[in-house]
């Protein structure tokens, strides 16, 4: 092209500049001739003119953007020649509107006449709109074609760095962070893919955190509506379902840090009663539990207020949120909803039974009149001298709609039968029931069993004879759902 030409680029582009400066300046002459007086004409001559100032405008900006075609041209001579060959090709052959038309036209006051120099300044912004069709028809082609192409990658790369990102969430377990930033740096060596160079950026790692001062210690809520929107995404594409209505269950409870730290946390996680996974909702960190419960559990009762009533609206689809149930063990319960605590006469929160106390507190008997979600709603178990003083306070929970705080509150599972009943059982068995042989086959046949233990428990078996001291809550389930409840193991003669 250019490069092959003994003129140089701008000299070509200035002479083509001069070129269609002609052409523009010939073409406004012409129309200008057919000028006359009436109004009506001179709204269209007009008309006419600004269509040439905008032809102009959008010559010069093609030139200017380098859309236009530079041809080679040999010599001086052979390029006037090229001039005035396309002069006389374009005014004759393009346009194709001699003298005569135009001198008619300014002759002629008629209403056909100004249509049909419509038709002719129709025309003619077709010839010139075609920077499109005379100047740069292909290069315009080419540059769509480029942007359609380009984007057509960047949708590409951008699907591919969000299933590396969705990758790297699922199997966080087992990927540290430095992990993950080799295979950032191998793919972004390896790949055309814009991938970011540090891991926090893939996972969305949030720059800056709330804290929140509550008494001596220091509260991050990271948010209940990120958990949920985690879930639904894990629910459309993990289980391959369409699921509407999600049923949150909530866990609070406190955990200490070292065994020679004074310092603990209180965490409030939530999980999906379709999924087995845990999400932080927020977390307290300081050498004693905050002294109300209500300023822990602010933020997120507000946040559990808002999308119980609302929902979460994802792609025009609806997903209905419900607080399914609370799950603490009994301090951790007796502390948030603001009840007696377990060691109390009147503590079941089932049922109105006084406890008696038999070397421990305990509550013998039938069950007594039940405590319904309505009776705790309006206080009816304060201690006001007539009541039993279940109540000792108002919790924030009264807030959150189609919350139950009786019927949405289970039982303590694990301490009152793994770490209970179980556990009382066993200590009985060894105390008075069991010879050093039944011990002993006891222990080889959950010894053989260890090798065929399904997944559901994450524990293996061990010894029997430990286990009051060192077994764990998981494994006194696993003993109580063993075939026949361990009858098996324990031997015929022994009876349960």
Same mark, same amino acid.
């Given at each position: 092209? @250019?490069?092959? %030409?003994?003129?140089?680029?701008?000299?070509?582009?200035?002479?083509?500049?001069?070129?269609?400066?002609?052409?523009?300046?010939?073409?406004?002459?012409?129309?200008?001739?057919? *000028?006359?007086?009436?109004?009506?004409? /001179?709204?269209?001559?007009?008309?006419?003119?600004?269509?040439?100032?905008?032809?102009?405008?959008?010559?010069?900006?093609?030139?200017?953007?380098?859309?236009?075609?530079?041809?080679?041209?040999? %010599?001086? %001579?052979?390029?006037?020649?090229?001039?005035?060959?396309?002069?006389?090709? +374009?005014?004759?052959?393009?346009?194709?509107?001699?003298?005569?038309?135009?001198?008619?036209?300014?002759?002629?006051?008629?209403?056909?006449?100004?249509?049909?120099?419509?038709?002719?300044?129709?025309?003619?912004?077709?010839?010139? +709109?075609?920077?499109?069709?005379?100047?740069?028809?292909?290069?315009?082609?080419?540059?769509?074609?480029?942007?359609?192409?380009?984007?057509?990658?960047?949708?590409?790369? /951008?699907?591919?760095?969000?299933?590396?990102?969705?990758?790297?969430?699922?199997?966080?377990?087992?990927?540290?962070?430095?992990?993950?930033?080799?295979?950032?740096?191998?793919?972004?060596?390896?790949?055309?893919?814009?991938?970011?160079?540090?891991?926090?950026?893939?996972?969305?790692?949030?720059?800056?955190?709330?804290?929140?001062?509550?008494?001596?210690?220091?509260?991050?809520?990271?948010?209940?509506?990120?958990?949920?929107?985690?879930?639904?995404?894990?629910?459309?594409?993990?289980?391959?379902?369409? +699921?509407?209505?999600?049923?949150?269950?909530?866990?609070?409870?406190?955990?200490?840090?070292?065994?020679?730290?004074?310092?603990?946390?209180?965490?409030?996680?939530?999980?999906?009663?379709?999924?087995?996974?845990?999400?932080?909702?927020?977390?307290?960190?300081?050498?004693?539990?905050?002294?109300?419960?209500?300023?822990?559990?602010?933020?997120?009762?507000?946040?559990?207020?808002?999308?119980?009533?609302?929902?979460?609206?994802?792609?025009?689809?609806? +997903?209905?949120?419900?607080?399914?149930?609370?799950?603490?063990?009994?301090?951790?319960?007796?502390?948030?909803?603001?009840?007696?605590?377990?060691?109390?006469?009147?503590?079941?929160?089932?049922?109105?039974?006084?406890?008696?106390?038999?070397?421990?507190?305990?509550?013998?008997?039938?069950?007594?009149?039940?405590?319904?979600?309505?009776?705790?709603?309006?206080?009816?178990?304060?201690?006001?001298?007539?009541?039993?003083?279940?109540?000792?306070?108002?919790?924030?929970?009264?807030?959150?709609?189609?919350?139950?705080?009786?019927?949405?509150?289970?039982?303590?599972?694990?301490?009152?039968?793994?770490?209970?009943?179980?556990?009382?059982?066993?200590?009985?068995?060894?105390?008075? *029931?069991?010879?050093?042989?039944?011990? /002993?086959?006891?222990?080889?046949?959950?010894?053989?069993?260890?090798?065929?233990?399904?997944?559901?428990?994450?524990?293996?078996?061990?010894?029997?004879?430990? @286990?009051?001291?060192?077994?764990?809550?998981?494994?006194?389930?696993?003993?109580?759902?063993?075939?026949? *409840?361990?009858?098996?193991?324990?031997?015929?003669?022994?009876?349960?």
């Amino acid at each position: 092209m @250019a490069g092959s %030409s003994k003129y140089s680029e701008r000299h070509l582009r200035r002479l083509k500049k001069k070129r269609f400066d002609d052409i523009i300046n010939v073409t406004k002459k012409r129309f200008l001739k057919s *000028r006359d007086s009436s109004l009506e004409n /001179q709204n269209y001559d007009n008309s006419i003119i600004n269509l040439m100032d905008e032809i102009d405008s959008k010559i010069m900006h093609s030139i200017e953007k380098k859309e236009i075609d530079i041809c080679p041209i040999a %010599s001086t %001579s052979e390029l006037e020649k090229n001039q005035s060959e396309f002069d006389r090709n +374009y005014y004759e052959n393009c346009i194709n509107i001699d003298e005569s038309q135009y001198e008619q036209i300014s002759r002629d006051d008629t209403a056909d006449n100004i249509v049909d120099n419509l038709d002719v300044m129709k025309s003619i912004q077709e010839l010139f +709109y075609g920077d499109e069709n005379l100047c740069s028809s292909e290069s315009s082609n080419e540059s769509d074609n480029k942007n359609y192409s380009s984007n057509e990658i960047d949708i590409k790369n /951008q699907r591919f760095i969000d299933e590396v990102n969705f990758f790297c969430t699922k199997h966080l377990e087992v990927l540290p962070h430095y992990v993950i930033n080799d295979m950032l740096d191998f793919l972004r060596k390896n790949t055309d893919v814009p991938f970011p160079k540090d891991s926090r950026t893939l996972l969305h790692t949030p720059r800056f955190t709330n804290i929140i001062k509550i008494d001596n210690g220091l509260y991050c809520h990271y948010g209940l509506k990120r958990a949920v929107l985690s879930f639904i995404y894990k629910i459309n594409k993990w289980k391959k379902i369409i +699921y509407h209505h999600l049923k949150l269950i909530v866990n609070i409870d406190g955990a200490p840090l070292a065994k020679n730290s004074e310092k603990g946390l209180w965490i409030i996680s939530v999980s999906e009663e379709m999924l087995k996974i845990v999400e932080s909702v927020g977390i307290y960190h300081g050498p004693n539990k905050p002294s109300n419960s209500n300023d822990l559990i602010k933020a997120f009762v507000d946040e559990m207020k808002d999308i119980v009533e609302k929902g979460i609206i994802i792609e025009d689809k609806k +997903y209905t949120i419900d607080f399914h149930a609370l799950v603490c063990d009994a301090p951790a319960k007796a502390y948030i909803l603001k009840i007696k605590y377990h060691t109390g006469f009147w503590s079941c929160s089932k049922c109105k039974i006084k406890g008696k106390y038999i070397e421990k507190l305990c509550f013998p008997g039938k069950k007594d009149v039940l405590r319904t979600d309505e009776g705790f709603r309006e206080k009816k178990y304060q201690d006001d001298g007539l009541n039993d003083g279940y109540q000792q306070g108002e919790t924030l929970l009264l807030n959150i709609p189609g919350f139950g705080l009786v019927k949405n509150v289970p039982l303590d599972y694990m301490h009152l039968i793994c770490l209970g009943v179980m556990l009382k059982l066993i200590k009985l068995w060894l105390k008075c *029931r069991l010879s050093n042989f039944q011990r /002993q086959q006891i222990t080889s046949k959950l010894t053989i069993m260890r090798d065929h233990m399904p997944s559901d428990f994450s524990r293996k078996p061990r010894s029997f004879i430990n @286990a009051k001291r060192v077994w764990k809550a998981h494994e006194f389930r696993q003993f109580l759902l063993l075939p026949h *409840r361990g009858s098996s193991m324990i031997g015929s003669k022994t009876r349960f």
